[in-house]
């Protein structure tokens, strides 16, 4: 026996523990089933019959029989990569739903009973979201909540001077604006029954509470309309994009229409309005910053009716450092293509 040999009977001894004990925790299902049966028989055979090899490789036009051992390998270690990153994004799913249990059970649960809710993420903000916070309130919209993201700097401090006016929920550990969302979203599902809208409002002072009044007299008037989106596109507004990111923001529309069926103006929609009734169909799962992508698909995949409705955004110098590179776009393609096929 030479030390091949010796080196696939301990593959073989590995992968048949790693079977069994997959198998008694109930988790093994047919696909990992097929995997590790095909890949234990095939050390088997190939450990104390090598002479099989001879004949085995010509099918698959290989010089050596060497080769397809090879390739074979470096086919069942990408399955198994595939099969780690799947676990890994489960940790990251469980850890955040904790984090999000805890903060909710961990803060007032008052029963809201207003028209229209604001749901406000913070994270590092504490520049901005003072002018944030009393901007809606000066509008007589006094609806607000606001979760922050564990924010290292003074925000904390700054949202601790509304509690009074403003429902406070903390993540005590970053999650980013996904979870944030969600967080809110949960908190509504629970104690808004007879909250009509909600509203999705960024923090950093980029968003104009005057257009608001537009995408509540839509909702109003349009009963199957379900969202309003915002856009930019849509038609001439006085918004200073530059020219690099609207290249970028229409590649993205071209995207969400290839992978989600859905023709928008404005693919990544962060100004949003929507029916509190349909909380019960949005549920973001996606981690990072690449959930907005996920919710137009949620709506394309629902058949949810929307319109957009074109808006100002003022992009000061503080938003403008704050955004994502450019280059970033390609790892929300990435990350978007994985949940919606592989996850």
Known sequence: ??????????????????ALDI?????????????F??????????????????SFWKIFWLQRWADLLVYASIIFLFYFVLLLLRKVEENRDD????????????????????????????????????????????KWFKNIIVVNDWSRDDTIDILKDFEDKIVLINHYKNRWQWAALETWFEYV?????????????DSDWQHDIADLPKFLK??????????????????????NVSLSRKIILKLAILFTFFLSNIKLTDAHNWYRVFRTKMLDTIRLSIDGM??????????????????????????????????????????????????????
């Open 95 to 138: 850890l955040t739903k904790f984090i999000r249990e805890f903060a909710i059970q961990n803060w007032p649960k008052e029963k809201l009973t207003w028209e229209i809710v604001f749901v406000i993420p913070a994270y590092n903000e504490w520049k901005v979201i003072k002018n944030t916070i009393e901007n809606v309130l000066n």
């Open 37 to 54: 049966l095909f890949v234990w028989v095939w050390l088997l055979v190939f450990t104390f019959f090598p002479n099989v090899l001879n």
């Open 189 to 201: 599902r629970r104690y808004g029954k007879k909250v009509d809208y909600v509203c999705t409002y």
């Open 290 to 343: 690449w959930h907005a992508s996920e919710f137009v698909d949620i709506i394309a995949t629902n058949n949810l009716k929307f319109m957009e409705v074109p808006v100002n955004i003022k992009y000061t110098e503080y938003s403008l450092a704050k955004w994502q590179r450019s280059s970033n776009a390609i790892n929300i393609a990435a990350k978007f293509i994985w949940n919606k096929f592989f996850k």
């Open 1 to 18: 026996m030479n030390l091949l040999q010796i080196f696939f009977i301990i593959s073989w001894i590995i992968i048949f523990l790693l």
């Open 218 to 239: 839509i909702l109003e008037k349009n009963k199957d309309i379900d969202i309003v989106l915002w856009s930019r596109f849509i038609t001439k507004t006085e918004t």
């Open 23 to 35: 198998a008694r925790k109930e988790k093994f299902n047919a696909l990992h089933f097929i995997v």
